[in-house]
T-cell receptor
Framework: KAGVTQTPRYLIKTRGQQVTLSCSPISGHRSVSWYQQTPGQGLQFLFEYFSETQRNKGNFPGRFSGRQFSNSRSEMNVSTLELGDSALYLCASSLEGSTGLGTSYEQYFGPGTRLTVT | QQQVKQSPQSLIVQKGGISIINCAYE??????FPWYQQFPGKGPALLIAIRPDVSEKKEGRFTISFNKSAKQFSLHIMDSQPGDSATYFC???????????FGTGTRLKVLA
């Protein structure tokens, strides 16, 4: 079974621009989460989507947004890029349980998209 | 209360030795504790995970020890190999969600 794929792998943008990153989860996985990884802040949760709905959100400004499609693929968008947005953006997928209550399941990460803002 | 504190920040171990990484948490709502291994240029890879109803879990050379009363858990890598040299992250998830709170990471170097 193929793993989580993310495109593009590398991206260079200019301050003020916007960017869209894409994530394809493992086949059959319905939950997709996004994380930002930086040397200073480590791995920080951005948001999680399930059945095209945002279910959880981290403490990031509204410039960070996402969506999920009916095939579980997800995109995240960052508008008005700032230098501090330079980071590795990681997508993770999970096999949601039948009820989605109580039990937590493993998350499997993709290789990430390295975003550099100049 | 949402933090997961991880130590040490870096660790150097001789080949064949035991690597031990520790994590502590405050939020008693956490009910799932995974460990991830990350190599440079790669995404984190799930190593092993534990639930609070179990005090220890072993998979190959990797063992998680869990102390619910102390709200601490640790990763032991037995017979450490140079190929284990990587950054290790502990994490905790909030009950019923897929929102992981990660520790700050431990950079492990295993000397040949």
């Amino acid at each position: 079974k193929a793993g989580v794929t993310q495109t593009p792998r590398y991206l260079i943008k200019t301050r003020g621009q916007q960017v869209t990153l894409s994530c394809s989860p493992i086949s059959g996985h319905r939950s997709v989460s996004w994380y930002q990884q930086t040397p200073g802040q480590g791995l920080q949760f951005l948001f999680e989507y399930f059945s095209e709905t945002q279910r959880n959100k981290g403490n990031f400004p509204g410039r960070f947004s996402g969506r999920q499609f009916s095939n579980s693929r997800s995109e995240m968008n960052v508008s008005t890029l700032e230098l501090g947005d330079s980071a590795l953006y990681l997508c993770a997928s999970s096999l949601e349980g039948s009820t989605g209550l109580g039990t937590s399941y493993e998350q499997y990460f993709g290789p990430g998209t390295r975003l550099t803002v100049t | 209360q949402q933090q997961v504190k991880q130590s040490p920040q870096s660790l150097i171990v001789q080949k064949g030795g035991i690597s031990i990484i520790n994590c502590a948490y405050e939020n008693t709502a956490f009910d799932y504790f995974p460990w991830y291994q990350q190599f440079p240029g790669k995404g984190p890879a799930l190593l092993i995970a534990i639930r609070p109803d179990v005090s220890e879990k072993k998979e190959g050379r990797f063992t998680i020890s869990f102390n619910k009363s102390a709200k601490q858990f640790s990763l032991h890598i037995m017979d450490s190999q140079p190929g284990d040299s990587a950054t290790y992250f502990c994490a905790a998830s909030i009950r019923g969600t897929y929102k992981y709170i990660f520790g700050t990471g431990t950079r492990l170097k295993v000397l040949a």
